[in-house]
């Protein structure tokens, strides 16, 4: 079982930026997702994704209206995938998650991850 945790969200003004991480740990084995993601979901609204990560060769992937200001990255020796929002706007205030996939590399769909943190709460004022 592979359990992900993530952390670095919280309150920041219009314009500002933060980095969210998340550590996956478990299972015995070695951790080789084929993609781990970030998705997010704003009060009455359907989770969306935001950003993906090949965990192999580390291609990225983005939601079409969130490039440029959002990046993700990975650490393979850490277990770990990190996304950096710059320019946050309220509409931004949502709860992330993160989640990986050990069976696909379809990366924008939430049925394509088997694994999901508790996610954390980013909150964007203006």
């Known amino acids: 079982q592979v359990q992900l945790v993530e952390s670095g969200g919280g309150l920041v003004q219009a314009g500002g930026s933060l980095r969210l991480s998340c550590a996956a740990s478990?299972?015995?084995?070695?951790?080789?997702?084929?993609?781990m993601g970030w998705f997010r979901q704003a009060p009455g609204k359907e989770r969306e994704f935001v950003a993906a990560?090949?965990?192999?060769?580390?291609?990225?992937y983005y939601a079409n209206s969130l490039k440029g200001r959002f990046t993700i990255s990975r650490d393979n020796a850490k277990n770990t995938v990190y996304l950096q929002m710059n320019s946050l706007k309220p509409e931004d205030t949502a709860v992330y998650y993160c989640a990986a996939s050990t069976f696909t590399n379809i990366v924008a769909a939430t049925t394509s991850y088997n694994y999901w943190g508790q996610g954390t709460q980013v909150t964007v004022s203006s």
């Open positions: 990560i090949t965990w192999s060769i580390g291609r990225t």
């Open positions: 478990g299972s015995g084995r070695t951790f080789s997702p084929y993609v």
